[in-house]
């Protein structure tokens, strides 16, 4: 199915964490900048189709990446890269120009992260290069950050062509990243267009009826700025509306609702589920995330800071005994990552004694 164990060395702020135990649905807890995004984001680059262009987008999303890198000579340290960060990838954001290596591990994947200056040679003799590759399940990637573009690069999707595509036979699995408190609109659009028209359409409306009860139908329509913006037909309104009239919250569920509905098989990693929802909806929220991960085949990794969330997530688990789920909370020590792994029945019994589990 999905990831039975994950190990993180060097990369982003995980210096090391191990998690040993995983679940068919993880929820992921922790203080701010402990990791639990930047835990999503390596299981991301161990999925089956994992690319450079998966990697820069992560960096792009937190705007790591610029423009356009220039040609520098004499580079004495990372931290005079030109614009692009590419040293925020590593533990420490290493400042020397020795070569620096992160390592992602699961049962179903793995995947090598290295930075370094290499010497090539160009024609007016040799030059200075400087190389990030991503070594994936015997897969190599490599990226010459002075000679081209990597953003415009990963905006064309040149670099998709470089990974073996719907090839799992290694025993890899495919796995989606969404960031719900900030989807990305254009794809929303595409995604939604995949599955309007299907019976999975009719499960996208039932969650985000869990905050808006009065609507009937969605769209994308062209806004004036050329992006695709959603909006919803509500009940006794005649005309569609932004969805931003339908209340706090509903954009980050909009997006969970589309991609669960699109995961079948995979594995689905939510950053930020339920930021801005009333509790209610999340004790009717998490049972129909278990149903559709049991029913689809989904592992299912969620991060999130909110206490009625965590409630909620134990309850859903007690309802349905066929799901194993499991919350992880991220400590940051100084030595590594700790990470304290509650099943079903811990869950309870700490959550009865009011333990603090975020």
């Known amino acids: 199915m999905g990831f039975e164990w994950i190990k993180v060395e060097n990369f982003r702020c995980l210096n ?7 679940g068919q649905v993880n929820l992921i807890t922790g203080r701010n900048s402990v990791g639990k995004s930047y835990l999503l984001e390596a299981l991301e680059l161990c999925g089956a189709e994992a690319t450079l262009a998966t990697l820069l987008r992560q960096m792009a ?3 790591q990446l610029a423009q356009a890198p220039e040609r520098t ?4 340290s990372f931290g005079e890269l030109p614009r692009h960060r590419f040293d925020t990838l590593f533990y420490g954001w290493p400042a020397d120009l020795a070569p620096v290596e992160a390592t992602l591990a699961a049962d179903r994947g793995q995947a090598t992260l290295a930075l370094a200056l290499c010497q090539s040679h160009g024609l007016d003799g040799p030059e ?6 991503l070594t994936r399940n015997g897969h190599a990637f490599s990226l010459g950050l002075f000679e081209r573009d990597p953003v415009a690069a990963a905006l064309r999707g040149e670099l998709l ?3 073996p595509r719907g090839d799992h036979a290694d025993g890899s699995t495919i796995c989606s990243r969404w960031r719900l408190s900030d989807p990305d609109l254009e794809r929303l659009a595409k995604t939604w267009e995949k599955v309007a ?3 999975a359409a009719n499960a996208v ?3 985000l009826r869990l905050a808006c009860p009065e609507l009937t139908g969605i769209q994308f329509a062209e806004s004036p700025s050329g992006r695709r913006e959603p909006q919803v037909e509500l009940r006794d309104v005649a005309k569609p509306v932004p969805l931003g009239s339908a209340g706090d919250g509903v954009r980050s569920l909009l997006a969970a609702a589309i991609a669960l509905a699109t995961a079948e098989g995979g594995v689905l990693l939510l950053d930020g589920v339920g930021a801005g929802l009333h509790y209610s909806v999340h004790c009717a929220l998490w049972p129909m995330i278990c149903a559709t991960a049991r029913d689809l085949n989904i592992q299912v990794f969620a991060t999130t800071h909110d206490w009625d969330c965590v409630l909620a997530f134990r309850q859903a688990l007690a309802a349905d005994p066929a799901v194993q789920g499991c919350l992880h909370r991220l400590q940051a020590l100084p030595e590594a990552v ?3 792994t509650f099943d079903e029945q811990r869950l309870a019994a700490s959550t009865d004694r009011d333990l603090e589990l975020r």
């Open 128 to 133: 200075e290069d400087l190389r990030i590759c």
């Open 338 to 340: 700790l990470a304290t």
């Open 161 to 163: 062509s470089l990974a």
């Open 16 to 22: 090391h964490l191990h998690i040993e135990q995983l």
């Open 73 to 76: 000579g004499g580079l004495r």
């Open 205 to 207: 409306l039932g969650i």
């Open 61 to 63: 999303e937190r705007g």
């Open 197 to 199: 028209l299907l019976p």
